[in-house]
């Protein structure tokens, strides 16, 4: 598992449905640095539920996450892709509409190879394309 910080989008202390953005900082970035704590206000103030996922380099990943070997993007964007579809799968009862992925620096880079995985994974199954909006 990977840390994570959640964001809501609530009226009167009752969460609703809106929107789903996820954040993945940079190489050592945690869920609360600075420039992810940007992305979530931005994307809150817009109306989104948004999760801030601690990269698999950073100090909060490396205390309290699994052993991984890292160095691997394809190990590390197979991380991020698992932490994505539990994030999905675990808010969908308040989520609508597609997931919005927003990687900063290396998290950008996990981000765009995760959902290359994705890909990978659905050509393999004999689909053609993913579902629209499951990492996007």
Do not use: C
């Amino acid at each position: 598992e990977i840390p994570a910080v959640l964001g809501t989008q609530t009226v009167l202390g009752i969460i609703r449905k809106a929107p789903l953005a996820i954040v993945v900082p940079g190489m050592f970035g945690n869920p609360m640095d600075a420039l992810a704590a940007r992305w979530v206000s931005r994307y809150k103030d817009q109306g989104y539920h948004v999760v801030s996922l601690a990269n698999p380099w950073s100090d909060e990943y490396q205390k309290v996450g699994p052993v991984h070997e890292l160095g691997s993007i394809e190990k590390e964007a197979a991380l991020i892709l698992e932490a994505i579809r539990t994030v999905r799968k675990t808010l969908a009862p308040w989520t609508q509409g597609p997931v919005h992925v927003t990687g900063e620096s290396y998290g950008g880079l996990l981000a765009a190879a995760a959902f290359s995985l994705q890909e990978k994974q659905f050509r393999e199954k004999g689909w053609a394309r993913p579902i629209t909006g499951d990492v996007t």
